[in-house]
């Protein structure tokens, strides 16, 4: 059964912080950038989470989308606290839903592209929501590369379409695991063991985007310390502090190689 949670208005608010250190290393290969960005929330204390977390694998090595973990804090009073769970990740899918304005907020939940929500164990469903994303809104049209060359980690964005509204969009980087085990002892899954992809960590606003080329470079040594394997970035449209559309997307998997 999926899991859902009566929405209660919460406040979504965060500083930005720019940096932009203009280092002088040369840029690495660019990454191609994903058609669509899949955030999946999921909880370790959810029976029905299980068979998402295992689509979302698959779909992590499919290469043309960018799937991110967001192991939500809500259920742990069932029996089991989610080893992985973050309380940002409950808030932002809450936020989903007030920019939505509707009141969809459970487990397994994928939403994609910030804009529309499916059940994340529903393969045929997530892909008629990418198609008609492509269709309706071009996918992500903002081109984004996310490069690491020496001790620069550089984020580049293209220029706004011409169908662009004019929104302001925040930059985001995200840090996240590529996988992680875990054995559940407790509450709806207990004796199972699970494989998570794509775990987020952390998620770090670096700059606003007006339309216009920019270009952000972050030290490799502050990115290094949040102790991950991979990261991305989004560039996503804020809507008076809550999240609204993903128009741009580009990550860097291994970066200990």
Not at 134 to 151: C, F, I, R, Y
Request: proline share 6%; hydrophobic share 40%.
């Amino acid at each position: 059964m999926i899991k859902r949670l009566m929405f209660a208005p919460r406040i979504f608010a965060t500083a930005i912080a720019v940096m932009a250190l203009n280092l002088a290393a040369a840029q690495g290969p660019a990454v191609a950038g994903p058609k669509a960005v899949l955030e999946l929330f999921t909880s370790q204390g959810c029976s029905s989470c299980p068979p998402a977390d295992k689509l979302l694998g698959k779909l992590s090595q499919s290469g043309d989308v960018l799937t991110l973990s967001m192991p939500v804090d809500y259920w742990d009073y069932l029996g089991w606290k989610d080893t992985l769970a973050s309380p940002e990740h409950s808030l932002r899918q809450r936020a989903y839903a007030r920019s939505r304005g509707d009141r969809a907020v459970y487990t397994p939940q994928v939403v994609i592209n910030g804009r529309s929500h499916v059940v994340g164990s529903n393969a045929p469903a997530i892909d008629a929501q990418i198609k008609k994303e492509l269709n309706q809104h071009n996918g992500l049209p903002v081109d984004l590369t996310l490069t690491m060359e020496h001790d620069t980690l550089r984020v580049k964005t293209g220029r706004a379409p011409d169908h662009y509204t004019g929104e302001g969009a925040t930059l985001w980087l995200v840090y996240y695991n590529k996988s992680e085990k875990v054995r559940i002892a407790r509450g709806e899954n207990r004796g199972r063991t699970i494989t998570y992809h794509n775990v987020v960590r952390k998620m770090q606003p670096i700059g606003m985007w007006k339309g216009k080329e920019i270009q952000i470079d972050l030290p490799r040594n502050e990115v290094m310390k949040v102790g991950v394997d991979s990261c991305a970035v989004l560039l996503q449209v804020d809507r008076s502090g809550k999240p609204g559309p993903i128009i741009g997307a580009a990550s860097l998997v291994d970066l200990n190689s």
